[in-house]
């Protein structure tokens, strides 16, 4: 019988490009939307996967949907993705944040608990719970963690959550420490595809500056169809465990700016870019760099896009978007 995979935050980034990966092994996949008042599913459909999802609903703020969707699906595999994921919404959403990114993972996990425990977890845990953390100029599984928003530390809650309901329950729960990995179909507001958005804008003459925050600040970036291979190998490992997940080599914004006006054939960034004070975080994480040699090693995973290419990769589709319209 095909094996069952219910993934939370289906219509985001990852959860397309985990969807994707998990039907081509031959999973039935049911995808947990929340109540919408005009749903998109625009990232789905880019991966062409939308017609093989059962869609299930539920919110991650409240529990008895949780319960009973558990109870009716017992799933395999539960991959929890969705979260409030941008870090510079969660100081004003500071609430709201830690229901979903933290309270919604106890609940989830106490549903396993009851109705399904033979269910193996997946929770998106965070480089950003390392917040200023960065001892030995890396950052791997035995790092403190010193997160620097209040996103961040939801998410060291539901890490150790996480942690607590396998050493408490012996359920088979992974924490994945992704570091930041990007795509055609990241979020508009984070950095990397807006920059890509502005860049095609500007080339299509619809925009003429692009306001940016730090350009100083440091990302380990990667390709999120490299990650969620991570997250599947996780939970097809014998025991559960905690990895962090990165390339190993990070970059600063604004090397990703220049990479990014480059690759749309745009000479001097300089021009348009303009520094906003508007997008400067109350508190900034300066610098993640990925250690993952634990996930290579007992994992075998690796991350195959460089840097390079992931930037071409955004740009391109950016433009074609804007040259469909
Ligand atoms: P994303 O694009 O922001 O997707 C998050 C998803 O969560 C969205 O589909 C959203 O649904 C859903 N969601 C939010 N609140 C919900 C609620 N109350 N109930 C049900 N669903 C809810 O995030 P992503 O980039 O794919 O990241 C996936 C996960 O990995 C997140 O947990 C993130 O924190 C974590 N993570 C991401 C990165 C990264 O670099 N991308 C790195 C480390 C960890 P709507 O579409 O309805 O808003
Ligand atoms: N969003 C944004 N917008 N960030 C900017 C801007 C801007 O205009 N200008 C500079 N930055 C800087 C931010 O201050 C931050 O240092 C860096 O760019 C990256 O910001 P984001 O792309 O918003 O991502 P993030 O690193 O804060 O968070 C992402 O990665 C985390 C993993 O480390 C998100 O995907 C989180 O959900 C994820 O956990």
């Known amino acids: 019988m095909a094996k069952t995979a219910l993934i939370t935050g289906i219509l985001g ?18 995808g947990l939307i929340r109540r919408y008042s005009n749903p998109t599913f625009d990232n789905l459909d880019f991966l062409g996967v ?15 949907s949780l319960l009973h ?7 395999d595999e539960v991959y929890n993705l969705a979260a409030q994921s941008f870090v510079g919404a969660s100081w004003q959403q500071a609430k709201l944040t830690t229901e979903i990114n933290a309270l919604g993972v106890l609940y989830l996990l106490n549903a396993i608990k ?7 977890f997946y929770q998106a845990s965070t ?5 200023i953390s960065h001892d030995k100029g890396f950052q791997d599984e035995n ?13 060291v809650y539901a890490y150790w959550m996480t942690v607590n309901f396998r050493e408490s329950y012996d359920l088979f729960t992974c924490n994945g420490i992704l570091f930041n990995h990007e795509s055609p179909i990241r979020g508009i507001q984070f950095v990397t595809r807006k920059i890509t958005d502005g860049v095609a804008q500007i080339k299509n003459g619809l925009a003429d500056k692009l306001h940016l925050g730090n350009l100083d600040a440091r990302r380990d970036w990667g390709f999120a169809g490299d990650y969620v291979e991570a997250m599947y190998l996780m939970l097809q490992h014998k025991t559960p465990d905690d990895y962090v997940v990165g ?14 006006f480059s690759a749309a054939g745009i000479p001097d960034w300089e021009k348009y870019v303009v ?26 995973w690796k991350t195959k896009t460089s840097f390079k290419d992931l930037v071409k990769m955004m740009v391109e589709a950016d433009l074609k978007r804007y040259e469909a319209k």
Do not use: C
């Open 13 to 30: 980034q990852d959860g397309p490009y985990l969807a994707k990966l998990l039907l081509e092994k031959g999973y039935k996949v049911y």
């Open 50 to 64: 939308t017609k093989k999802i059962e869609f299930v609903d539920g919110d991650m703020t409240d529990e008895s």
């Open 69 to 75: 969707l558990i109870k009716r699906t017992m799933p």
């Open 114 to 120: 009851f109705f399904s425990p033979t269910t193996k």
């Open 127 to 131: 480089s950003e719970m390392f917040g």
């Open 143 to 155: 790092t403190i963690f010193h997160p620097r928003s209040p996103y961040g530390i939801s998410k």
């Open 247 to 260: 390339t190993g080599e990070n970059h600063s914004v604004k090397d990703f700016v220049v990479e990014a």
């Open 275 to 300: 520094i906003d004070a508007r997008f400067k975080r109350p508190a900034e994480v300066p610098n993640l760099k990925a250690r993952a040699s634990k996930a290579e090693k007992q994992l075998g």
